[in-house]
């Protein structure tokens, strides 16, 4: 009789091959964080495995929206008006268009061709909101400190932390921070109302780590529901 074929191991599994190492995160966002505490496998697919995803309208006019009331600030006081941070609208969606031509498919027919009904529709939602910032908040008695400002600090595990913060303002006779973060989708449902403020300690703990100071005020500003806390 032959001598039996030698049977090959299974090969492990891609998971399996990837080192323990890789799969320990250096850094943590507070959206991140705030994934593994509602759901630590949605944390996995995004962080770990990290699927793609598909963009969406929602998380996309947020970006514009942040964009316009970013670089609204870089006008002087008196030409921060509502109609002004409209007209920004169509220029930042095209900016972020041409950083990322994927989303140009968000606003396409069922046969491919490009939809301007159906972007022009999203874009006035866009607008809307933006409108809808005014009866929060009067920009032109604002003057941030910093606007999109990067953050991060390494604690003593070796893990970083790291976001940015929409707004931070720091009152001129007390030197008090005041950091202020724009929410331009729905109003969290019951059981998740607690993530935006997450996030906001979040912000606050590493600017303490990295200034020194607590901030005084954290303030939430939701368009979508034109409302602030």
């Given at each position: 009789m032959g001598t039996p074929a030698e049977?090959?191991?299974?090969?492990?599994?891609?998971?399996?091959?990837?080192?323990?190492?890789?799969?320990?995160?250096?850094?943590?966002s507070p959206s991140r964080a705030a994934d593994f505490m509602r759901c630590p496998?949605?944390?996995?697919?995004?962080v770990i495995d990290?699927?793609?995803?598909?963009?969406?309208e929602a998380a996309t006019r947020g970006t514009v929206v942040h964009a316009v009331l970013e670089r609204l600030f870089d006008a002087p006081a008196a030409e921060r008006t509502a109609q002004r941070a409209r007209s920004m609208v169509a220029g930042e969606w095209e900016r972020l268009r041409t950083a990322r031509p994927e989303l140009a498919s968000l606003?396409?027919?069922?046969?491919?061709?490009?939809?301007?009904?159906?972007?022009?529709?999203?874009?006035?939602?866009?607008?809307r909101l933006v409108d809808r910032w005014f009866s929060l908040e009067d920009p032109t008695r604002l003057e941030p400190a910093e606007r999109e400002?990067?953050?991060?600090?390494?604690?003593?595990?070796?893990?970083?932390?790291?976001?940015?913060?929409?707004?931070l303002?720091?009152?001129?006779?007390?030197?008090d921070?005041?950091?202020?973060?724009?929410?331009?989708?729905?109003?969290?449902?019951?059981?998740?109302?607690?993530?935006p403020l997450f996030q906001m300690t979040f912000y606050a703990l590493v600017l303490w780590r990295l200034r020194g100071v607590v901030p005084?005020?954290?303030?939430?500003?939701?368009?979508?529901?034109?409302?602030?806390?």
């Open positions: 049977i090959p191991a299974p090969r492990p599994s891609a998971a399996a091959r990837v080192s323990p190492a890789a799969a320990v995160p250096v850094s943590l496998l949605l944390y996995r697919l995004r990290r699927l793609p995803e598909k963009p969406s606003f396409t027919a069922a046969e491919g061709a490009a939809d301007p009904a159906a972007l022009a529709a999203w874009l006035e939602s866009a607008e400002l990067y953050v991060e600090t390494v604690l003593e595990s070796g893990l970083t932390l790291r976001g940015y913060v929409d707004r303002d720091i009152a001129p006779a007390t030197g921070l005041r950091v202020v973060d724009y929410k331009t989708g729905k109003a969290p449902r019951p059981e998740y109302k607690d993530e005084r005020r954290l303030q939430l500003v939701v368009p979508g529901r034109a409302g602030t806390c």
